[in-house]
């Protein structure tokens, strides 16, 4: 398979094809190849805010929609201080009053599982412009 092929087999995936298959079993890969070929590509950026962050997940896993780490949608608080609330999972930017805001890069995997609720937030209203 080209990069392209893949590429495209991983979109299908992430809209549901395979039925709940492994991304590696999708791809008619061993759970040896997936790691090869993951290993031969550019490094992915896995901390850009640097918020010294392990564990953030593969950049396969958001493909193809947005992602605070590795996609992140242009929106009006994308340079603000950005901060891991482990408590509830989730990034949050920070308003020049000290409010945190729930970082719309997020909604999006949310949804797709089923939890648009986690980004509702009260707050001064700083996001919404
Ligand atoms: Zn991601
Ligand atoms: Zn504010
Ligand atoms: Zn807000």
């Not at 891991?84 to 999006?108: L, M, N, T």
Request: aromatic share 10%; charged share 30%.
């Amino acid at each position: 398979m080209t990069d392209d092929e893949i590429d495209d087999r991983v979109d299908e995936w992430h809209n549901g094809a395979g039925l709940g298959m492994d991304l590696h079993e999708y791809l008619g890969w061993t759970w040896e190849q997936y790691q090869e070929w993951l290993e031969g590509r550019p490094k992915p950026i896995t901390d850009p805010n640097d918020l010294g962050l392990t564990d953030v997940h593969d950049p396969m896993l958001c493909h193809g929609r947005a992602c605070v780490m590795h996609n992140p949608l242009s929106h009006s608080m994308r340079d603000w201080p950005v901060v891991w609330r482990g408590r509830y999972e989730g990034f949050e930017r920070i308003c020049e009053h000290g409010v945190g805001h729930k970082d719309p890069s997020q909604f999006a995997y949310w949804q797709e599982i089923g939890e648009e609720w986690r980004g509702m937030h009260s707050c001064d209203g700083c996001c919404a412009e």
